[in-house]
C-alpha cells in the first residue's frame, strides 16, 4: 500500500507561479515513477509530467517550457515548480505513482489532488 499526500495548491495569477509536492508513503519500490496529472473541470485526468527514479522526465507539450518535474527519492517526494501560470492550468493536480512490471507486475496509486485555480 502506497499513500500520497499532496500540497502546495491555491490561488494565483495568470503568469504567477507556484510550485507542488508530494510526498509518498508506505511500501515504495525502488524503481518506480511518479509525477502529476490534472482535470480541469469538464475534461479529462491527462498528464502534466513524471519523472522515474532514474531521472527520466516526460512532460506534456502544453507545459514543457514552464514547467520542471523534481525528485528526491531520499525523501520518496516528487515537486512540480509552476511557472508561468496560465488559466488554462486550472485544474486538480493529482499525484502519482507507479511501478514497473516486474515490481507485483505493476501498481499505480493516486493522491486525493489539490486545486491550483490560476485567475486574476
Known amino acids: 500500500q502506497v499513500q500520497l499526500v499532496e500540497s502546495g495548491g491555491g490561488l494565483v495569477q495568470p503568469g504567477g507561479s507556484l510550485r507542488l509536492s508530494c510526498a509518498a508513503s508506505?511500501?515504495?519500490?525502488?524503481?518506480?515513477?511518479m509525477g502529476w496529472y490534472r482535470q480541469a473541470p469538464g475534461k479529462e485526468r491527462d498528464l502534466v509530467a513524471t519523472?522515474?527514479?532514474?531521472?527520466?522526465?516526460n512532460y506534456a507539450h502544453s507545459v514543457k517550457d514552464r514547467f520542471t518535474i523534481s525528485r528526491d527519492n531520499a525523501k520518496n517526494t516528487v515537486y512540480l515548480q509552476m511557472n508561468s501560470l496560465k488559466s488554462e492550468d486550472t485544474a486538480v493536480y493529482y499525484c502519482?505513482?507507479?511501478?514497473?512490471?516486474?515490481?507485483?507486475?505493476?501498481?499505480?496509486?493516486w493522491g486525493k489532488g489539490t486545486l491550483v485555480t490560476v485567475s486574476s
Open positions: 519523472m522515474t527514479s532514474g531521472s527520466i522526465t
Open positions: 508506505g511500501s515504495i519500490a525502488d524503481s518506480n515513477t
Open positions: 502519482y505513482y507507479t511501478t514497473p512490471y516486474y515490481y507485483r507486475y505493476g501498481v499505480t496509486y
